[in-house]
């Protein structure tokens, strides 16, 4: 291994009693990248996160930062921060003496100490609120003392467990902006964990999509949503539909699949003819037509509903399957209701479809 | 829309009415009566006089009862430390770190004692510290010791009374400041480069103050008043003011008995004073 990782994970496994929560996981973060690891509840992202904080030790496999194992190391002598779910602000300390805590434990002369946190209070914009308690300050003030509190130790990499689950909506975009453009800024990774696929695909490099203690799929998100590997990571991010067929034939990159009466092109391939496989096609992806035409899949628009900028159409297929399909309300609305009970042709293009593994 | 909020409101006063009624007769009304019998002088055959004099009060500041005084604040010192020292470890392993099915059952242990009377377990002390009790009988047939050791009727007896006796009062209240610690912050120090020791002088010692606070407070003004250890496990010289007052009401002295009474309740007010400017909180105590 030529290149130095900033966060190097070999094999870690870590159960807790027979449940196992990471499951062989091997992943390399690099220098100043942002990643999210993105999956739902009990899926081992934030156990992920603990073992490279050093709450928890892997039962087997290694954990590396910057090149140096750091497995069994407590967190008080790794150079990783964390920025917790609720924040776990010290109630007793003002905000001043919570941003100077890991300051002061590592022995920082006083004035070099006043500056550093007065540059912290400033980078999150919160001057002049340093003798406030974290309870007579609002949520989003409160992750803003969190993220001064990680970042004024300058640490390799900052570990972020959810932080913004809390906060409303609109905060919370706020804060996402402010997030990624301060990890610009900074320079250093930041390993995110969310089960917010929104989040995830708006503010990462790359995104890691976990499944019951397994890496489901790595990649940028453009990869994750156009590509997904499984039929998971399909139904986890957005919108999808899974479409059953046979392979008629497979070329280099491109496979016929026939479903029902219709031949589709599809991007992908490894597979044989005459097997059957699943497809996926994202609802936006998918063309109506009220043209009758040869080869397309044909079905009848079963439902209709509006979404403002969008109109979501249930679309039963001649073989008895329902697809979503979703267009940009580009006509006047008015026809919309007309249009339910119409017959349709469905068509794509080739490479929107995904074939999928497993 | 307002009234029949008030009429609840005015409901609820009468809740207050049964509480109210003990405290006025059963607690204002002995201590005005101790008051005023504290101004008085003892006459022939104990009888009562109502002459009012600050006698009482002058003898109380005399060396011989002075003495008592240091004696008791000594040792009630020394028994709420003891207590702090034992409990902290105890009630932090409870709360922090027993398996959550232990956490009830060690509960139930600390309060056990409860079930019986004080006096009855300060007996069973004694039949454990004398010369030919358990405790000194075991050592004697070990051969660790060839003489008993003087394990009662001493200051010794009495500390170990005393702090068996309080031990459940400080255990608790710290148990209940730890239980509800967020064990996030520990992590969230250790995260910021505090190892163990510093992250429980910084975050759990400071957090856990008010439990503490509760705890001296709950075990250090009864072991003031104590008297009923006292006076089974000391010896001869191991008076304490609890003893001191229980004789003058049985010697019939009841006026100075009193003036000792109440200059007792004015060390334990002055007491809570400073506990509550150190910032013990009343709901704290509860």
Known sequence: ?358 | MKEPQKNRAKTANWLVAPGLFWLLFFIVAPLVIVVIVSFATRGAYGKTLYDFTWSNYARALDALYLSAYWRTIWIALLTTTLCVVVSFPVAYYIALRAPERWKRILLVLTVIPFWTSFLIRTYAWMLLLRSEGVINSALLHSGLIHEPLPLLYNDFAILVGQVYGELPFMILPIYVALERLNTRLLEAAQDLGANRFWTFVKITLPLSRPGLLAGIVLVFIPSLGAFITPDLLGGAKSIMIGNLIQNQFAQLNQPFGSALSLLLTLAVLLLLVIAFRAGLKASELA
């Open chain 1, 1 to 358: 291994m030529d290149e130095v990782y900033d966060v190097a994970m070999q094999n870690v496994c870590k159960k807790f009693g027979d449940t196992v929560a990471v499951n062989n996981v091997s992943l390399d973060i690099r220098v100043d990248e942002f990643i999210t690891l993105l999956g739902p509840s009990g899926c081992g992202k934030t156990t992920l996160l603990r073992m490279i904080a050093g709450f928890e030790i892997p039962d087997s496999g290694k954990i590396l930062l910057d090149g140096v194992e750091v497995t069994r190391l407590p967190p008080y002598r790794r150079d990783v921060t964390t920025v917790f779910q609720q924040y776990a602000l010290f109630p007793h300390l003002n905000v001043f003496q919570n941003v100077a805590f890991g300051l002061e434990r590592r022995g920082v002369e006083r004035s070099a100490l006043n500056k550093r946190v007065a540059g912290a209070l400033e980078m999150v914009r919160l001057e002049g609120l340093e003798t406030r308690r974290p309870n007579e300050l609002s949520g989003g003030q409160q992750q803003r003392v969190a993220l001064a509190r990680a970042l004024v130790l300058e640490p390799k990499v900052l570990l972020l467990d959810e932080p913004l689950a809390a906060l409303d909506l609109k905060l919370r975009k706020q804060m996402q902006y402010e997030l990624k453009s301060l990890q610009k800024r900074l320079g250093i990774s930041f390993i995110f964990v969310t089960h917010d696929q929104e989040e995830a695909l708006t503010m990462s490099d790359r995104v890691v999509v976990m499944n019951a203690g397994n890496l489901e799929q790595v990649g940028v998100p453009q990869e994750i949503y156009e590509r997904p590997h499984s039929e998971f990571v399909a139904g986890f991010i957005g919108d999808s539909n899974i479409i059953e067929g046979t392979v008629e034939s497979s070329s280099a990159d491109l496979s016929l699949i026939k479903i029902s009466h219709a031949t589709i092109p599809v991007q992908g391939n490894g597979v044989q003819a005459g097997q059957p496989v699943r497809v996926m096609i994202r609802p936006e992806k998918i063309r109506l037509s009220s043209h009758d035409r040869q080869g397309v899949l044909q079905g009848r628009i079963a439902s209709a509903m509006y979404l403002g900028e969008a109109t979501q159409w249930k679309v039963m297929l001649d073989g008895g399957q329902l697809l979503t399909v979703l267009e940009q309300n580009t006509a006047s609305a008015q026809a919309m209701k007309t249009r339910v009970g119409q017959a349709v042709s469905l068509s794509w293009e080739a490479d929107s479809a995904v074939l999928l593994r497993g």
